[in-house]
């Protein structure tokens, strides 16, 4: 009954994060190539106090939504994947260091992550000659977009550290978990 109620809860947190991060995906600044925005804010944060997948759900919930919403999804559903990728980074992180580093550290592997899936696509789709024309012309914008959500990232999960501490410290699924429900 535990792992159920768990379960209910899981899917409930990611709903409401991954709504969270598309409409924040709504406030953004416009350059050449890429928007940035404020939608891995709720990424990080879900990372910050949930399992792995979870967190990555709410990213690919972030890349759907925000490519329906702005038909942009070369450039977003990627971002949300590699978005995700980031959480779960984050997640993995969080359980052995604390939780404000590890949104710091993910946050800044959306270098690796959020601009090369988006690379990638581009380059697959004849976008951009190549990766490396690619992922060079959107370091702008995702340096951007990268500071600011560090900035509110850690604040966010240093203000729910202080004031709501057992949402770091509830139990998490164990793998056997979920591969046996």
Do not use: H
Request: charged fraction near 10%.
């Amino acid at each position: 009954m535990a792992y159920r109620n768990r379960r209910s809860y899981l899917l409930i947190y990611v709903a409401v994060f991954g709504a969270l991060s598309i409409v924040l995906s709504s406030i953004r600044v416009s350059f050449p190539l890429g928007n940035p925005n404020l939608g891995s804010t709720p990424v990080s944060i879900a990372a910050a106090a949930s399992p792995g997948l979870a967190a990555f759900a709410v990213g690919l919930i972030k890349g759907v939504g925000v490519s329906l919403w702005t038909g942009q999804a070369l450039i977003e559903i990627p971002a949300g994947i590699g978005d995700g990728m980031m959480g779960v980074l984050t997640s993995r992180l969080s359980r052995k260091v604390n939780p404000v580093l590890a949104v710091a550290v993910g946050q800044l592997s959306r270098y690796l992550f959020t601009s090369g899936m988006i690379a990638v696509s581009l380059a697959l789709s004849k976008s951009y000659p190549g990766f490396l024309d690619a992922w060079i012309a959107m370091i702008p914008a995702i340096t951007a977009s990268i500071m600011v959500n560090l900035v509110l990232s850690a604040a966010a999960v240093a203000g729910l550290r202080r004031f709501y501490p057992s949402a770091f410290k509830g139990p998490r699924i164990p793998p056997t978990a979920v591969a046996n429900p």
